[in-house]
């Protein structure tokens, strides 16, 4: 291939099992330590993952795909990642949240803020 490869075109390979020519030149927008992050949020891959990082750095990356290749079981993942908390600058907006969260009154949510 002589396009530059994804980041999710890199992980549809490894989790397809479907072979591409990692190499520096195709995957220089590919980080390896996105890919171990990626895998290491899945329960099954975390061992895998732990013993590749323990030596991450003294590894070639073309060497740690074809680990990743070989050592990975194949299947689809769908690992969330965790969202932003949704801020509340607005004091009103402040009184709802308590009064619904906690089953509360107006006036007692607004004696709690103070």
Known sequence: MGDKLTLTEVLDSINLK???????????????????KFYSQETDCIDIVNEINDNMYYIPEPLV????FDKIPAGRRYIKYTRAIKKV???????????KEYGISNNEARMSLI
């Open 89 to 99: 600058n607005n004091y009103e907006e402040k009184i709802e949240l308590l009064m």
């Open 65 to 68: 795909y074809k680990i990743l």
């Open 18 to 36: 479907v072979p591409i020519d990692y190499n520096k030149d195709n995957c220089k927008d590919v980080s390896m330590w996105v890919i171990l």
